[in-house]
């Protein structure tokens, strides 16, 4: 008995401190490696769509988008969520092959294939020449 009183009056304090804004929860990494920034680009251009990431950190899936013909450059890593809705849309951004531009499911916006407009992650090419997304950064809407 005392120790499920225990446990109770710990999970009452743990929701506390979480709710207060001193603690803070982390989950997942703050750096996705996608991989080799060669390979990737030419898979991008071959099926002519960016690469979808499913909720890689805090439930944010992004689209990993390569546009032009040098593998070093060109890079945007574009949050999938709805800009419109991104927290109550349930589809969120969707890719048009045909016209080559990201839409809006849960509204009526269209974005251009390089993401300008929409909210993005830092990414970069390492000197190894591996892609690497930074997901932990602030909400803001930026270009490539």
């Known amino acids: 008995m005392v120790s499920l009183a225990a446990g109770v009056g710990l999970l009452v304090l743990v929701v506390q401190l979480a709710g207060s804004g001193d603690v803070q929860f982390k989950l997942g990494d703050d750096v996705f490696e996608v991989g080799d920034a060669a390979r990737f680009a030419e898979l ?6 960016p690469i979808l990431f499913s909720s890689l950190s805090r439930s944010r ?3 990993v988008q390569h546009v032009g013909d ?5 890079w945007a890593a574009i949050d ?3 800009p419109s809705d991104p927290d109550g849309c349930r589809t969120g951004l969707e890719w048009d092959v045909d016209a080559r531009q990201f839409r809006d499911t849960c ?3 269209v974005y251009p294939a390089d993401g300008v407009g929409l909210l993005q992650y830092d990414i970069e090419v390492t000197e190894d020449a591996k892609l690497v997304v930074d997901l932990n950064q ?3 809407v930026g270009d490539p």
């Open 44 to 49: 991008i251009d071959d099926e002519q769509a």
């Open 61 to 63: 899936p992004i689209f």
């Open 70 to 74: 040098d593998p070093t450059r060109g």
């Open 80 to 82: 999938a969520r709805s």
């Open 107 to 109: 509204g009526d916006g």
């Open 138 to 140: 602030d909400d803001t």
